[in-house]
Each structure stands twice: as C-alpha cells, then as structure tokens.
C-alpha cells in the first residue's frame, strides 16, 4: 500500500515534532520552515513540485495575515494560494483555531480543527499544568511547598494543576461556581471556597476560568506579593491594567504546550490527527 502524502504548512516545533511523529507511517514534506528547522530524514515542500497532497495540518493560528499562512520559523512568505496550487478536493485539511477566512480560503474541502478536539485538550492539560508550575516556580520567594495556592476553575487544567501542586505539598484551595466541580474538588481532597472568600493570604493565585474573575474590586481583595496567573484563553479572567495599577504581579500565560512540552505537544496534534483519520475512515499506513 502506498504511503499517504502529508504537508506541514507552517507553524512552530509543535508542528516540526507533529509532522516528526506523522513520518512514521507517512510521506512528510514541510512548507514555510527553513531548511535547519527540518529534520533531517524529512522533505522540504520545494522538492515534491508536482505533489497534491491527501493531508496538510496547519498551526494554530494557521494565518498570520488574510492569504498568507503563520510561518514563524522561516522569513518568506508563504500564500495560501500556493498551498492551494497542491491539494485536490479530496485533500483533508487540519487546523487549530480556524476561523472563517481560513475556512472561506478551502471551502472546497473538508476542514478540522484539532484544538476543538476533547482528547487533544485533555492532553495539553498536563503540559499545560506543568508550565503553569514552573512559571511559579521562577516568580515565587518561597516554596511551593506550604504555600497557599488558589485555583479559580476546576476544568480539565485546573484538575490537572491541583493534583501536581498537592505533590509539592503546597496547600490548594479551589474556586468554582459549578457545583459539580465543588463536588470533584471536595471528592479530590481539595478546599473549596467561593469568590467572596479570596482573600490577601494567598502566596499564588492560577485562574483557568475564561470569563473576568478578578476585576479591580476582586484584585483590591489581594496581597500586593501575591503572584497571579492566568490560564484562560481570550479573553481571560484577569483585568491586568488594573492589576498593574494596584501593584499586583500578573502573567498571562497562554500557549504553554508548544513553549514549554513542544515535542509533547507536537505529538499530541499529531495523535488528534490519525484520530480523526480513522473515524473517516481513511488509512495512512
């Protein structure tokens, strides 16, 4: 059985380590990386000139501008016209966060989001949990351990998180409006407490909740040596000017996957792809 043809159209090491993994059972070509970026038993898209491909997986975002495609890693630039020029409409395209120009540029094709996907995000909780750690770990004057630590949301990361942090004995309270999720705290071993509760005594604070928790009055509540980060995707739960007004430490720490685990988080795109492969039915092997 012939192998399927991948491209790797643009993108960071998350998508280097994706199309890596992807090479095992696939024909791999990048598009939009300098040659030192990579691997050196991988193919530049310049040397399949006739290909049309079965599979190109973007990145996350996959556009940096209206028609071009998110290429950090090379200086040129790279169309989306020119990807166009080597798919058919029998090509499955592969994203993360695709908006509608994205989905306008290939309508002609089936288009999937990998970041929407539940077991992508159940993955990158952990390396997400684990660089939110080590950020805190650089920010702190003191020890994880014994210190008081809050978690604002009990999701997938904020689960993740809390166990890590109760192995480096740190004393984790949680913030929830979900009585469901009070309850998995509760069931964890965790405190519980709710918004009106927080307080100066917390040495660090991780808010995973996506909605705005600490506004001015809430951030007034705090410690000025409290360390705060924000999990949350845009738009966040923090008000950072007024956060910076009062003299509060506060980072927003987004895309930690492809920062600080890029190789895990490379190979968790990857295995999201051959998921959604299978349920179509399709073979790469």
Request: aromatic fraction near 10%.
């Amino acid at each position: 059985m012939n192998k399927k043809s991948i491209l790797i159209a643009g993108g960071d090491l998350r998508q280097i380590y994706c199309g890596k993994y992807l090479a095992e059972k696939s024909d791999v070509y990048f598009a939009g990386f300098e040659n030192r970026y990579i691997p050196d038993n991988l193919k530049n898209f310049s040397e399949c000139k006739n290909c049309i491909f079965d599979s190109v997986i973007f990145s996350v975002p996959p556009l940096k501008e209206e028609k071009y495609i998110n290429t950090p890693f090379s200086e040129e630039l790279l169309s989306a016209d020119e990807i166009k020029s080597h798919i058919d409409k029998d090509t499955v395209i592969f994203c993360g966060k695709a908006d509608d120009k994205f989905r306008k540029l290939f309508n002609e094709n089936a288009v999937y989001d990998y970041m929407e996907r539940d077991e992508l995000n159940i993955l990158n909780a952990v390396p997400t949990a684990e660089g939110a750690v080590y950020i805190a770990l650089e920010e702190l004057p003191v020890t994880l351990s014994d210190s008081r630590v809050l978690i604002t949301g009990f999701g997938r990361i904020g689960k993740v998180l809390a166990e890590i942090l109760k192995g480096f004995g740190a004393d984790v309270t949680v913030m929830t409006k979900s009585f469901k999720s009070m309850a998995w705290a509760k069931a964890m071993n965790f405190k519980v407490c709710s918004k009106d509760d927080i307080d100066s005594s917390y040495n660090l604070i991780f808010n995973t909740a996506p909605v705005l928790i600490f506004d001015r009055e809430t951030l007034e509540k705090l410690g000025t040596e409290t360390i705060l980060i924000d999990l949350a995707s845009k738009p966040g739960g923090v008000d950072f000017k007024s956060a910076g007004e009062i003299g509060i430490k506060a980072i927003w720490a987004l895309g930690l996957p492809g920062k600080t685990a890029p190789v895990t988080a490379g190979e968790i795109i990857a295995e999201t792809v051959e998921n959604i492969i299978k349920e179509r039915g399709d073979r790469y092997d």
